[in-house]
Every structure is written in structure tokens, then in C-alpha cells.
């Protein structure tokens, strides 16, 4: 069958199994566009780039294929970019589709030109530029299993403007399968061997790609063995905090007892991750460690220090494989893992931090009780989101996204993707300030293509993870981190969703639940002290006075 490269990118996707594409139109890729118009993928129109790389980020992290973006050249792309960096150092699968000038036009500065691999080679599994139109169909599937296989990332594709025209009788090509990563038995005997004899070992989970299955079987796996469970910074989702084996997590805002115990830990274990600077205290805490990483990634991206076995494989093929869990307890006793569970269920518990406006370790222990058991949180960066961290809690894989790069602007358009992708579940996004208005106008989205997030904005008038890192190496003089902000409740009921200014703790929950049973988007917009800042924060300690946090 004849048709233009462009239709047959479409076909392709649909052939793939690609449900919807969130785009930014543009002219470079006008015949892909008219592909779309009759096919059965929901073409999710975005406000900026930048939103719609987030949203497919947040696609790849939440469903079983890699997201898909499109945008146009120039302008268009280096607005992605965000998305593609976050994709890249959090090993999410996404393709980017990027329109391109006329092949013709090439090398001679013409209208948004710029290099495609000179921009992205650096942050992306790879890079291609559709030079061929009978190749259209084969260079997307390969992208699409590029882009999901091994450690997972983020794959770009150039399409010049005059080859998706070109007609081709090439035809739609199949789903190239993923390579079978099954672990080895030498690999298998060795865990066995090492987990055994060790006194206190420790599992630390992370990465994309996990199901309920994978997750259960693991935590049923560590409760036998006596081995407590840790996820990576902002991979609280893939193991139910409901586990006796949960143990709660490393990196950012963790508590000091959970890096005490990866001191004092004998063996550790990183199924789905590498030991990388975030993970070990910037460098500095359990290098030398006796170490296994099971993960499949032949390079080992991000791991630092010791390295005692590497089972090049994924969780959902070791976690079967995993030998029987009294084989592996040794001389155990399960002190260890029980003691590590009760210093967790302590740091969870939310308290009053004091301080004017809405106190927030009271208005998320409410969250926490009102929120469904399935309920997506989604994160933005900053410290605003510390308290969602360490109080919300999460019942499955597949029921977070947050940027483990620290990206900021991700917390709407993700909770305005996840809305989509689950009509009907319950999603929230947790934000302060700053990062809701990088890309609050995604919420428009919602409106157009359906979903109903709710978006809880902290607002104390400051970048508070800078004004953090400030009072620690610059005290009392601060410089370049305060904000003037509208009213976003109102800002919201412009679009005709529903938007409450919150400025007492005892006046959340009551709209907190005017929010939920609104069936609107809805912002609460919770206005906060300055002086309090996230748990666990050097400037959350220090403050003793406002003076520290005006402008």
C-alpha cells in the first residue's frame, strides 16, 4: 500500500501499540499531523514543549511503552530539551519526534535550523534524522525498542519536512521484541552465597518498568529472609509501604537513620539501579560496601564504588528467579529488618512544624487519610515536596512520577498526563511555588482532553531548596530567591476549574474535600511561613529569624 512517509509514522506507532502523542504542532511536520487525523491515537495538543516532553516522560513512567512527543524544529525542540535531560538521567523511556527543515536547505542557516545530534547526542540513547522515506516505519520501531530496552532513556528523531511527503510502498513493520535478560545460575549462586553470610544486608530499589508482581513477590522474598527494602530518591512507589520489608528510601530528604543503617549495612544489594551520587551521600557513605547490582545495564550507568557481582539483568526476570527465602536467611534473626521498619513507620509520622499559615505536617497528615488507595502522586523539585515524601504514602508501582534529576515544572504537566492516561483515579500533584507556574498552563489540557487532577501549590514567596543551600554557605544573606505570586485559586476558576486560596491549617481539609468531590481540576493554593522549610533542611534548622528568608 502507497502512502507518505509521515502516514506510515503513524501507522507505525499504532502498529506498536502507542495510544497517544502529546504534541506542540508546527509546519515541519504538517504531514504526520494529517496522519494523526484519522488514526486512533489521541493526539493530546500541549501548551509549550516543554509540557509535552514532561507528559510523555510521565506516560513512559506510568504505562508499559515509552511516551511520545513531537514538536517542531529549532525553538520547538530546544523547549523539549527539559524532558529529554530528566528522561535521560531518569532512565525513562520516551521518543521525541522533532520536525526539521527541508533536506535542501541544510548547512545554509535557513529559518530555525540547528544540529539535531549537536544538541541532543550527549543526553539521549539516540539520535536519528529520517534521511530515507522507505525507512520511515523500521527507524520508529527501532527508536520505540531502543528507547525501552536495557537501562531505559530517551531517543530522538528528526523528520525533515520534505522527506515525510515523499511516498514509499514500504510496509508497517512488526513489534521488535526486547532481548531476554534471564539471570544467569552462576549469577544466582553467587547472590545466594553472598546474601547468606551476610549479618545485616540491605535491598535498594529502583528504576522504572516495575508491576505489582514483581513487587509483591519481592517484598514476600525479604520479609522471609529478613532483608529490609529501600527504594532510590523518588522511587517510593515500587514496593507497598504497607510491607513489613519497606524500610523507606535514600537520597534527598531520607531520614539520618536510614543512611546510618547503609553504613552499617554488610552487603548491599541495588535491583534496578546503581549506587550513584544521590544514593551514597554524594559520594561518601557505603562505597566500599560488599555490592550487588542487579540491573540490565551492561555499562553500569551512574554506579560508583565496589562492585562484587553485576547480574546483567531486569527485576522482572530476577525476582523469579530468586532461590528459596529461608536458604538465604542465614543466622538472621530478623532484628535487623524489624528495627529498620519501626524507625520508618517513626519518621512517617507526620507533626505539626509550627510557624504562621498552613502548617503542613498537619495539612498532609489529612492528605494522607483522605487520598485513595491508587491515588498517582506526581512531584515537582524543591523542598516544597519533602513533605509528600515522607508522609504520603504509596500502594503499588507505577503510582509516582517525580524528576530524580530535579527538574522543575514537571509536577502539572505529569498529574495532567497520569489524568488522562486514568480517568477516573484520583491524581495529585505536590508543588511549591516556583515549580507550578513553570508549566501551570498545561492545566488547560485537562480541559480539553479530560482527567481531573488536583494540584496542592505551596506557596511561602521563595525557591526553598536554594534558600537552603544559601543559609548553609551564605547565612543571612539572601540573594535572588524570592517571588511575588497572584492568586492562583482565582487564576484557576478563570479556566472553570475549581480553586481555593488556603491560609489556615484548620481551613484544608474542608477544602481539601470541596476540591476532591468537585470533579474540576482544582488548585488549592496553600500559602505558607517562609521560616519553615522542608524536613530534614539545613535552613529548616538554622532559621531563627524572617530575615533569613526575605529578599
Not at 79 to 84: K, P, T
Not at 287 to 308: F, K, Q, S, Y
Not at 311 to 320: I, K, M, N, R, W
Amino acid at each position: 500500500m502507497t502512502m507518505s512517509a509521515g502516514h506510515l509514522i503513524v501507522k507505525t506507532l499504532e502498529a506498536q501499540g502507542v495510544r497517544r502523542v502529546y504534541a506542540v504542532p508546527g509546519e515541519s511536520y504538517l504531514d504526520v499531523l494529517d496522519g494523526l487525523h484519522d488514526s486512533a491515537i489521541h493526539t493530546v495538543v500541549t501548551r509549550h514543549e516543554g509540557g509535552a516532553g514532561f507528559m510523555a516522560l510521565a506516560e513512559g513512567r506510568l504505562g508499559s511503552i515509552p511516551g511520545v512527543a513531537m514538536v517542531t524544529r529549532g525553538p520547538g525542540a530546544a523547549n523539549a530539551f527539559i524532558a529529554l535531560h530528566t528522561a535521560w538521567q531518569d532512565a525513562t523511556a520516551m521518543v521525541l519526534f522533532v520536525g526539521l527543515i527541508p533536506q535542501s536547505d541544510r548547512g545554509r542557516a535557513s529559518f530555525q535550523e540547528f544540529s539535531l545530534d549537536g544538541w541532543f547526542a550527549t543526553t539521549t540513547k539516540g539520535v536519528f534524522v529520517l534521511d530515507d522515506e522507505h525507512q520511515a516505519g523500521d527507524l520508529v520501531a527501532r527508536a520505540l525498542r531502543l528507547a525501552a530496552s536495557g537501562r531505559p532513556g530517551p531517543v530522538v528523531i528528526g523528520l525533515p519536512e520534505d522527506v515525510l511527503i515523499r511516498l514509499t510502498d514500504a510496509s508497517v513493520p512488526g513489534v521488535l521484541p526486547l532481548p531476554d535478560s534471564a539471570p544467569s545460575t552462576t549469577g544466582i549462586n553467587m547472590f545466594t552465597s553472598m546474601l547468606s553470610g551476610a549479618k545485616q544486608p540491605m535491598i535498594v530499589v529502583g528504576g522504572d518498568g516495575w508491576d505489582q508482581a514483581t513487587s509483591t513477590a519481592l517484598a514476600d522474598f525479604a520479609v522471609k529472609a529478613h532483608v529490609p527494602i529501600l527504594s532510590d530518591w523518588r522511587a517510593y512507589d515500587i514496593i507497598d509501604h504497607d510491607e513489613p520489608a519497606y524500610a523507606g528510601w535514600l537520597g534527598y530528604g531520607r531520614s539520618e537513620r536510614a543512611v546510618a543503617a547503609l553504613k552499617e549495612s554488610d552487603l548491599l544489594i541495588f535491583l534496578g539501579c546503581t549506587r550513584t551520587d544521590v544514593l551514597s551521600e554524594g559520594y561518601q557513605a557505603a562505597l566500599e560496601c560488599p555490592t550487588i547490582v542487579v540491573i540490565d545495564d551492561a555499562e553500569l550507568v551512574g554506579h560508583a564504588g565496589r562492585l562484587d557481582v553485576h547480574l546483567h539483568t531486569s527485576p522482572a526476570s530476577f525476582v523469579p528467579a530468586l532461590p528459596d527465602a529461608t536458604n538465604v536467611r542465614g543466622s538472621r534473626d530478623g532484628d535487623w529488618s524489624k528495627r529498620l521498619r519501626q524507625e520508618q513507620l517513626s519518621f512517617a509520622r507526620p507533626g505539626a512544624d509550627g510557624g504562621e499559615g498552613v502548617d503542613l505536617g498537619i495539612a498532609f497528615e489529612a492528605l494522607e487519610r483522605t487520598l485513595d488507595h491508587d491515588c498517582i502522586i506526581t512531584y515537582g523539585a524543591g523542598n516544597a515536596t519533602l513533605w509528600g515524601h515522607r508522609y504520603l504514602s504509596h500502594h503499588g508501582p507505577k503510582s509516582l512520577v517525580g524528576p530524580r534529576n530535579g527538574a522543575m515544572g514537571l509536577s502539572v504537566p505529569a498529574a495532567v498526563a497520569a489524568g488522562i492516561m486514568h480517568p477516573g483515579r484520583q491524581v495529585v500533584a505536590i508543588c511549591g511555588d516556583g515549580d507550578f507556574f513553570m508549566n501551570a498552563q498545561e492545566l488547560a489540557v485537562s480541559f480539553a482532553h479530560g482527567g481531573a487532577p488536583l494540584i496542592v501549590v505551596v506557596d511561602n514567596g521563595i525557591f526553598g531548596t536554594i534558600v537552603d543551600h544559601q543559609q548553609h554557605k551564605y547565612p543571612n544573606r539572601p540573594s535572588g530567591t524570592s517571588m511575588e505570586n497572584p492568586d492562583f485559586a482565582q487564576w484557576m476558576q478563570s479556566f472553570g476549574g475549581h480553586g481555593e486560596l488556603v491560609t489556615s491549617t484548620e481551613d484544608f481539609e474542608p477544602a481539601l474535600e470541596r476540591a476532591l468531590k468537585s470533579g474540576l481540576p482544582a488548585v488549592l493554593h496553600l500559602k505558607t511561613d517562609p521560616k519553615t522549610m522542608g524536613p530534614g533542611t539545613v535552613a529548616h534548622a538554622a532559621a531563627n529569624s524572617a530575615e533569613v528568608f526575605s529578599a
